[in-house]
């Protein structure tokens, strides 16, 4: 594996460990933002495992189908990413004025900071 595949492997397992704090904590609190964070690193984290592919697919030789290599693999799931962002980002507005709207009781922050 070459040091850009364990780069990206490297961010799945951090962004893996990120998810499951974030998401337990936000959901004992009840905080909207540790939530809307966990959203964020869950999307981080489909972003690295695309990303993880993406470069072992992109690092393969030029071929007779690819006379000029593979690396617009790793320009796809770039802007797979960035939509992915624009999605949570909608997600996370939507979850905050549906609070603003319907009110919600202020969640205990101690385990959320």
């Not at 000029?68 to 939509?83: C, D, Q």
């Amino acid at each position: 594996m070459d040091r850009k595949s364990r780069a990206a492997l490297l961010s799945v397992i951090s962004n893996s460990g990120l998810v499951a704090l974030k998401l337990g904590v936000g959901l004992v609190t009840g905080s909207v933002g540790v939530l809307s964070e966990a959203i964020h690193s869950g999307i981080d984290l489909l972003a690295a495992a695309m990303a993880f592919f993406a470069v072992r697919a992109a690092s393969k030789p030029a071929d007779e189908d690819h006379p000029f290599g593979h690396g617009k693999y790793e320009n796809l799931s770039g802007m797979v990413e960035a939509a992915l962002i624009f999605v949570a980002a909608l997600m996370i507005a939507f979850e905050a004025l549906d609070h603003i709207r319907h009110g919600s009781p202020t969640p205990e922050v101690g385990w959320g900071l």
